[in-house]
């Protein structure tokens, strides 16, 4: 016992400490790291055991196969930002939905949603759609609040919509399959989308100044317009099509979906040779990052393993008799309040390790697998609920920052029905995991 303390009470006490650390700002990685190494120390009372490890630890982190996929989406992400894919996106989507009554908000959600196919990155694809969706919005007379909510809500799109960096690292700490997680991704990230759409109608007809209306444009537009994302349509299929028919692995795919959008942008005249070298080492800088929180998860996670705090919350819930979807609920509603401190990247790797296995030992009608992926997928979904729920949601302040002169409160309210919309989702999702389940069912 340290200061008088087992060790459940001081895996507990440890766990507080990180989230202060975590809630003033220090780096969530530097947290976990600082955290897990003192953590160790005073479970063992002695330096040497995480000594030990450290010293093979980051090898044996980083040479994970799976993780190889993580710098190359980044970097298909990059160049799809310079390639002008966002713009397309967005000019095809307006042609076609624009018209109707909130159709330009529409509009940036389905390119969002596009965007998102190729990028893999919430606030990626929250920053770049900002820059090409908000001045028009601003030029159709679309209020601040709904301008800024639309776009904080599309941008959580890029993580919902395969391909998925976070979707990846969840399939590394779960050890599932990252192609099935990838299948089961897709239905809800569609749902997603439409329920966003939805709720923009919905707020438009409630508060009809809040959008402007523009013309109808003629069909040849529409169509030249559609012509101009083919390079979107064919690195997704290329991708994700790729993927789900095993013609590819997951990092094959990924590398094929970097070299072409590469490509794309070299045509499109989005990438020079400064460009290219600023892609690769803004990639460098978000993959030091990402790996580095990994680090810091996995030193943290090794001192609740010495600590047994898994192994009791798996025993103590499964002790209690209570209902599994109690539990469930009581989980998800965890990841809503943990959202509002860190990003989605943390929150998987700071939590799956002790609620994966205490909800795996419940009974919910499913194959582990199935669990696995249904899991998976409805954590995948109230994570990125987190992005945007107030006061610290991550995409909020991104697009808050581009809207020059909006107050940070226009945002709240405007993000309100987006955050309602994903609730519902979550719901549906939950007491239905068909929906997320059939596609690998049907394809696997």
């Known amino acids: 016992m340290v200061f008088g303390l087992n060790n459940l009470e001081l895996a507990g006490w440890v766990f507080v400490v990180l989230m202060v650390m975590i809630f003033v700002r220090i780096p969530i990685g530097l947290a976990m790291l600082v955290c897990g190494i003192v953590g160790n120390y005073l479970v063992n009372g002695t330096w040497i055991p995480i000594l030990s490890q450290l010293k093979s630890m980051p090898f044996e982190t980083f040479s994970n196969y799976s993780l190889s996929i993580v710098p190359l989406f980044l970097l298909m992400g990059q160049f799809a930002t310079r390639g002008g894919m966002s713009k397309a996106l967005f000019k095809a989507a307006e042609a076609w939905l624009g018209h109707h009554r909130g159709g330009v908000a529409m509009s940036a959600i389905g390119a969002c949603g596009g965007f998102g196919a190729i990028c893999g990155s919430s606030l990626a ?3 770049t759609m900002g820059q090409v969706a908000l001045p028009e919005m601003k030029r159709f007379g679309y209020s601040d609040a709904l301008s800024t909510g639309a776009l904080a809500a599309g941008g959580t799109l890029g993580i919902l919509i395969p391909p998925s960096v976070v979707l990846v690292i969840y399939a590394v700490l779960a050890e599932q399959n990252i192609a099935k997680l990838f299948v089961a991704a897709f239905i809800p990230g569609v749902l997603a989308a439409v329920g966003y759409i939805i709720a923009i109608s919905i707020y438009v007809r409630l508060y009809p100044d809040a ?17 101009d994302v083919w390079p979107v349509l064919l690195v997704f299929i290329a991708v994700i099509g790729g993927i789900y028919f095993g013609v590819f692995t997951p990092t094959e795919a990924a590398a094929i979906g970097a070299a072409g959008t590469g490509l794309i942008a070299i045509f499109n005249g989005g990438l020079s040779f400064v460009s290219f070298k600023q892609a690769l080492l803004e990639t460098a800088v978000s993959t030091g990052m990402i790996f580095f929180i990994v ?22 819930v499964s002790a209690s008799g209570y ?8 989980v998800l509603l965890c990841y ?51 992005l945007i729920t107030p006061p610290v949601g991550m995409n909020l302040f991104v697009i808050n920052s581009m809207a020059k002169n909006v107050p940070m409160s226009q945002t ?7 955050v309602m919309s994903d609730l519902i989702r979550v719901a549906i999702l939950a007491m239905f995991p068909a929906i997320s389940l059939v596609l690998v069912r049907l394809m696997f």
């Open 125 to 127: 694809t929250a920053a």
């Open 211 to 227: 959008a402007g209306r523009r013309d109808k444009v003629d069909l040849s537009i529409r169509l030249k317009a559609l012509r």
């Open 295 to 316: 680090l810091g998860a996995s030193v943290f996670n090794t001192f609740l393993g010495f600590s047994q705090l898994p192994q009791e919350v798996v025993g103590w």
């Open 323 to 330: 209902s599994p979807w109690l539990i469930l609920f009581l």
């Open 336 to 386: 809503l309040i943990f959202g509002c401190i860190m990003d989605s990247l943390s929150m998987i790797l700071l939590t799956i390790p002790v609620f994966f296995p205490m909800m795996a030992a419940m009974d919910f009608g499913l194959s582990p697998e199935e669990f696995a992926l249904w899991f998976g997928i409805l954590v995948l979904i109230v994570v990125e609920v987190g």
């Open 412 to 418: 709240y309210r405007g993000v309100i029905p987006f």
